[in-house]
């Protein structure tokens, strides 16, 4: 029997063929990896530059590509009969002799570019490549048959027209030699490239070892043992079954002996890494896993991606899917016997003006929640001796007792009335199960049952009170905790360094954008302001080495004389879009005020493409996304800044977090970014 792995470009071609020409093309692939009678067979490829590649006829006129060894096949693609016979002619493949992992080369396209290179290099006496020795670029995996034509390139803009022609594992550390850097830099940008831990060095007999190096390369391969296998890699998105050698490797890591933080920027493949991370435990942990969203929104999106990813019903039940707010209430409920009463917002507000005097009730507010609730300040004692970092308005032991006083007035009013916001009702929670599970590691029989493993997706946006209790939700245990989040993408005021509320995590660190093409990247750096953000580690984190793997069109900014003319510019850009093939569900709008938000549905009434707040983009990809209203006196929003006599290092966060939720919807685009503004544009756009 033929042991068959498909490449990630084989479903994505047999998805953009004709449905008779697909529909044979499976039933071909089927008793290919059955062995059955009428099958299709291998068929060598004359003038071919590597006797491995074969051709499979698998549909009328249509022909799949194969690398093939024994029994091993691998498929790459499938394309009419002419292209798939050229495309045959054009590989070599190879084995990263340091990593292990498959290579193809464009071997014919390297034949015709090479006079040119040897030419270029007849003219000058620059070589990039002078000061590295022919040993440390072996010790890099470089291919000792690349190298004389490598000895050729004279500069950067050379190699990165070669870029297109090598693998991945090729280009990577030579491009970070060209960028300067030094041979063990170049090393970590190889060791970016392996997706598989605990692979040691390669010896000679496996560099011809087609099956352990597909093994190896989980980005580019995957193994399918029978009809049912087959099926979910051609039916599943592509997230589900190839993952980039980073994420692939963070994701099914055996253990973390210890609570692990990934942070990355946008598009890194974050929320891709948590749900692979969860059903990795679901399927070899040991015990409920629970997978943390943003929102009830998120989650069911979150959960929804699950039930692709996880086909056994079974494992898939040991996952659930919810947020923080959700589990609060769940544990206060069944501890009181009865659905805990939350206050409204109207309601607070009114009680924070009661208690205001010196100070208003913003300041008030922010006082409760960024320090008492923050800190889990029980005492008058306590609070007049905590720190209050963050916090720009000095206060004085008479003044912090007014403002506990102050309070006091607003939490007792609460609980005459049995309300609850829902951070008391967070921290009321974390003291329940503090009080009912004890140490799982120590006690034979806990009373409650906390999960297993806790998996948190957008972790940067959740507040003390809430980690408190999810590391009171999980024991400590190897895998207790895994951890995503950026800060650069906060949209609400929270800074919190995860050590400070018990949570000692590792830190890994996802530095390249699978979603952004570079110009959206860099254009939103500059958008964010490319400055370092706080939380969730110890310090700061930057946005230095940031980058993508894609070229796409520039941002577009529109500025229009008046916001009827704005939307007018909108519903045009959008019909233009539709016109172009993009499907209405791959098209996103975003708007920072609930009034924008209603005259853009009502300009797109009858498109079917979602509109909602800057907020509301967060955690969702579209293929296309339009911002409107990025306006001064919009952008940021007046209302929800501190006054800058009141508090300014309050409004000065405040300020970062507007940038940063515009930040977030504007780098929800996979293609094409169109942001649109009338009158004066806002502050936060680059110039």
Request: overall charge negative; charged content about 25%; glycine content about 8%.
């Amino acid at each position: 029997m033929p042991r068959l792995a498909l490449s990630p470009r084989f479903p994505a071609e047999l998805g953009a063929l004709a449905q008779p020409v697909r529909r044979d093309a499976v039933v071909a692939v089927r008793r290919f990896l059955q062995n059955t009678s009428g099958g299709p067979h291998p068929e060598r490829v004359r003038g071919a530059r590597d006797d491995r590649v074969a051709t499979l006829r698998l549909a009328d006129r249509h022909r799949g590509v194969v690398i093939r060894q024994r029994d091993v096949y691998w498929l790459l693609t499938v394309l009419p009969d002419a292209e798939a016979w050229a495309y045959a002619q054009r590989l070599r493949f190879g084995v990263n002799p340091v990593l292990g992992v498959a290579e193809l080369w464009d071997a014919a396209a390297l034949e015709r570019v090479e006079p040119a290179v040897r030419r270029a290099a007849a003219a000058s006496r620059a070589r990039l490549f002078a000061q590295v020795c022919d040993t440390d670029l072996g010790e890099l995996g470089i291919d000792h048959r690349f190298l004389p034509l490598l000895r050729q390139i004279t500069d950067e803009l050379t190699l990165e027209a070669l870029e297109p022609l090598l693998p991945p594992t090729q280009y990577a550390p030579l491009a970070a030699l060209a960028r300067g850097e030094s041979v063990a830099g170049a090393w970590r940008e190889l060791e970016n490239h392996r997706a598989v831990a605990g692979t040691g060095p390669i010896g000679p007999e496996e560099l011809d070892d087609l099956a352990a190096a597909l093994r190896r390369s989980p980005d580019r391969a995957v193994f399918v043992d029978g009809p049912r296998e087959l099926n979910h890699v051609l039916d599943a998105p592509g997230w589900c079954v190839f993952l980039h050698p980073p994420q692939h490797r963070l994701a099914h890591w055996d253990s973390y002996d210890r609570p692990l933080l990934v942070t990355g920027g946008a598009g890194t493949g974050k929320t891709l890494v948590a749900l692979h991370r969860a059903a990795h435990l679901a399927r070899n942990g040991s015990g409920p896993v629970l997978l943390v969203a943003f929102s009830q929104g998120l989650s069911a999106d979150l959960s929804a991606r699950l039930d692709l990813l996880i086909e056994d019903e079974v494992v898939r039940k040991r996952v659930e899917v919810g947020n923080v707010d959700r589990l609060a209430h769940r544990i206060v409920a069944e501890a009181e016997d009865r659905p805990p009463s939350l206050v409204g917002s109207g309601e607070l507000t009114a009680l924070w003006r009661e208690a205001s005097g010196e100070y208003g009730p913003a300041f008030l507010l922010r006082e409760w929640e960024q320090v008492i609730l923050a800190q889990n300040l029980r005492t008058l004692d306590e609070y007049l001796a905590a720190p209050r970092a963050g916090r720009a308005v000095d206060l004085s032991a008479e003044q912090r007792t007014a403002v506990w006083q102050a309070v006091g007035h607003v939490t007792g009013r609460l609980a005459e009335r049995g309300r609850r916001t829902l951070l008391q009702l967070a921290a009321e929670a974390a003291t329940l199960l503090g009080q009912t599970t004890g140490d799982l590691l120590e006690e034979a029989e806990p009373r409650r049952e906390p999960y297993r493993h806790i998996v948190v997706d957008e972790a940067q946006d959740l507040h003390p009170t809430q980690w408190r209790l999810l590391r009171a939700a999980v024991p400590y245990a190897p895998d207790d905790l895994f951890i995503v989040g950026d800060p650069h993408q906060r949209v609400f005021d929270t800074r919190v360094a995860l050590g400070t509320v018990g949570i000692d995590a590792d830190q890994r660190l996802l530095q390249v954008s699978y979603r952004l093409p570079q110009e959206i990247l860099s254009w939103g750096v500059r958008l964010r302001g490319g400055g370092p953000a706080d939380g969730l580690v110890a310090g700061v984190q930057e946005l230095y080495g940031f980058r993508s793997m894609r070229h796409g069109p520039r941002p577009m900014v529109r500025a229009y004389g008046s916001p009827q003319d704005e939307l007018s510019g909108l519903a045009a850009h959008v019909a233009q879009w539709l016109q172009d093939g993009v499907p209405p569900g791959e098209i996103g709008v975003a708007a920072r005020t609930a009034e924008l938000v209603r005259d853009a549905r009502a300009a797109l009434r009858e498109t079917g493409v979602r509109v909602t707040t800057l907020h509301g983009m967060k955690g969702l990809e579209f293929r296309r996304v339009a911002v409107i209203g990025v306006s001064d006196g919009i952008v940021p929003a007046p209302d929800s800044l501190t006054p800058a006599g009141e508090d300014p290092s309050a409004r000065a966060h405040d300020l970062q977090r507007e940038r940063g939720l515009l930040y977030v919807a504007c780098t929800r685009a996979e293609e094409v970014l169109y942001v649109s503004y009338s009158g004066r544009a806002s502050p936060f756009l680059p110039t």
